[in-house]
C-alpha cells in the first residue's frame, strides 16, 4: 500500500481536477479550506466535536510549494479563527520547509503559530506538530522547544512504537504543552522500534501513565491520546479516573472518516474528541495509506481507481 501510495502515475489517475472520489470524501474533509470549514463547522455543531486541520502535502522541498503549504495553513487558520471555531493545526514539518532547511522551516513553523496566536482565544488553540519518520524526530522535538520559549501555541506528537519516546517524553512532562500520542506510522528495525502490536499497545499504555500522573497535571500537560483503538481508549478512560483527571482535562483525537460511530459514541459519553481533518487537493497518498490500515478499506480503492461504474462497490465498503 505503500507503494501505491507513492505512486505518481497512481496519483496522476486519481487526483483528476473537478473529481472527488468516494476515497476522497471518506477520509478527507475538502479540497480547499473552504469545504473543510464547512467539514469543521459540521462536525461541531452536529456532534460537539472539534477539528485539528491539516492542509495535504508534506515531503516538497521546492520553495514554492512549501510557501503554497504555508499560506494554505495561514488562510485556514484566518477562517477557523473567523468562524469562532479552535484554531487548531496539525503540520509536518516537511510541508513547512524542513526539507529545503531547518531555517526555513523554523520561520515557517513560527508564522503558522504566529496567525494562530492572532485567532480569538480558545483553551486548545495551537500548531500540533505531527511526528514523522525518526530523522524527524529530534528536529521536531527541538522546534517544538523554540516554539514554547517563544511563548507560542504549540503542541507535539510523540510515537509509542519509538523506544527513545520513554525518554522524550520525560523531558516534556513538566512543561505547559500538548503532548499528542500515537502508536506511530512509520516502522523500524528492533535498535529503534518496538516489535509487534501488543508491545507497541503495552508501551502506548505506560507512556499514557506517566501522562496521566500527577507531575503532568500540575505542570498544566495536555494529553491528547490519538488512537482508534477501543479496548486502549477504555483502559486509558480507567487511568484518567483513577488519577484524578476530569474529562475536560484530556481528549481523544481520530482521523477524519475512521470510526466516526465510536466518536460520536465517546462524545454523548462526554469524553473530549477532535477529529484530524485533511483537506487539499493533494489526497492520494494520506487516503492510500488509510486504506493500508485497515482490510475493509481496500473495497473503497474501487471507484478511485476505475471510476463511477464501480459505484457499488463503495456503497458496499461505505456501510
Ligand atoms: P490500531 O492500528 O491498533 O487500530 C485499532 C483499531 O482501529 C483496529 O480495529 C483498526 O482496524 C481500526 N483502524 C485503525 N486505522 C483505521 C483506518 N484507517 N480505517 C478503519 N479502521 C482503522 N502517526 C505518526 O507516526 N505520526 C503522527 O504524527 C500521527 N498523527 C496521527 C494523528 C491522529 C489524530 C491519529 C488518529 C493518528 C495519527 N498517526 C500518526 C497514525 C498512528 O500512528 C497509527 O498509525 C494509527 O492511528 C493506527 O493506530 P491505532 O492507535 O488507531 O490502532
Redesign the pocket.
Known amino acids: 500500500m505503500i507503494h501505491l501510495a507513492r505512486s505518481e502515475q497512481v496519483k496522476h489517475l486519481v487526483q483528476r481536477p473537478g473529481r472527488t472520489p468516494w476515497l476522497a470524501r471518506r477520509f478527507v474533509g475538502g479540497t480547499d479550506a473552504d469545504a473543510a470549514l464547512t467539514t469543521a463547522q459540521r462536525l461541531r455543531d452536529d456532534m460537539d466535536i472539534s477539528s ?1 486541520l491539516f492542509y495535504l502535502g508534506e515531503y516538497v522541498d521546492a520553495p514554492y510549494l512549501v510557501e503554497h503549504n504555508v499560506e494554505e495553513m495561514i488562510s485556514a487558520v484566518r477562517l477557523l479563527g473567523a468562524r469562532g471555531l479552535d484554531v487548531n493545526m ?1 503540520a509536518d514539518p516537511t510541508a513547512i520547509g524542513y526539507m529545503a532547511g531547518q531555517d526555513l522551516c523554523r520561520r515557517n513553523a513560527e508564522r503558522v503559530a504566529e496567525a494562530i496566536s492572532a485567532q480569538p482565544a480558545r483553551a486548545r488553540n495551537c500548531l500540533m506538530l ?3 519518520d525518526l530523522s524527524l524526530v529530534a528536529p521536531t522535538l527541538a522546534l517544538h522547544q523554540h516554539l514554547l520559549k517563544q511563548g507560542l501555541p504549540v503542541a507535539v ?1 510523540l ?1 509509542s512504537r519509538l523506544r527513545r519516546t520513554e525518554d522524550d517524553l520525560a523531558c516534556l512532562l513538566g512543561q505547559p504543552t500538548a503532548v ?1 500520542l ?5 516502522p523500524l528495525g528492533p535498535e529503534h522500534d518496538l516489535q509487534g ?1 501488543p508491545a507497541i ?1 503495552a508501551s502506548y499504555l505506560a507512556l499514557a501513565k506517566a501522562m496521566l500522573s500527577s507531575q503532568a497535571r500540575h505542570a498544566g500537560s495536555y494529553p491528547v491520546f ?5 479496548v ?1 481508549a477504555r483502559q486509558l478512560i480507567d487511568l484518567a479516573r483513577a488519577n484524578g483527571w476530569s474529562p475536560a482535562q484530556y481528549e481523544f ?3 477524519y472518516g ?2 466516526p460511530d465510536w466518536q460520536q459514541s465517546l462524545r454523548t459519553e462526554g469524553f473530549s474528541v477532535r477529529v ?1 481533518l485533511p483537506f487539499g487537493l493533494d489526497w492520494w497518498p494520506y487516503a492510500a495509506r ?1 486504506v493500508g ?2 482490510p ?2 481496500l473495497l473503497l480503492l474501487g471507484r478511485a481507481l476505475l471510476g463511477p461504474k464501480y459505484e457499488h462497490v463503495n456503497r458496499a465498503a461505505a456501510s
Request: net charge neutral.
Open positions: 485539528s496539525s505531527d511526528m514523522e506528537t510515537q499528542r500515537v502508536k506511530g506510522a512509520f502490536r499497545t490519538a488512537t482508534h483503538d477501543e486502549l483525537e481520530m482521523l475512521v470510526r484530524y488509510r490500515e485497515n475493509r478499506n
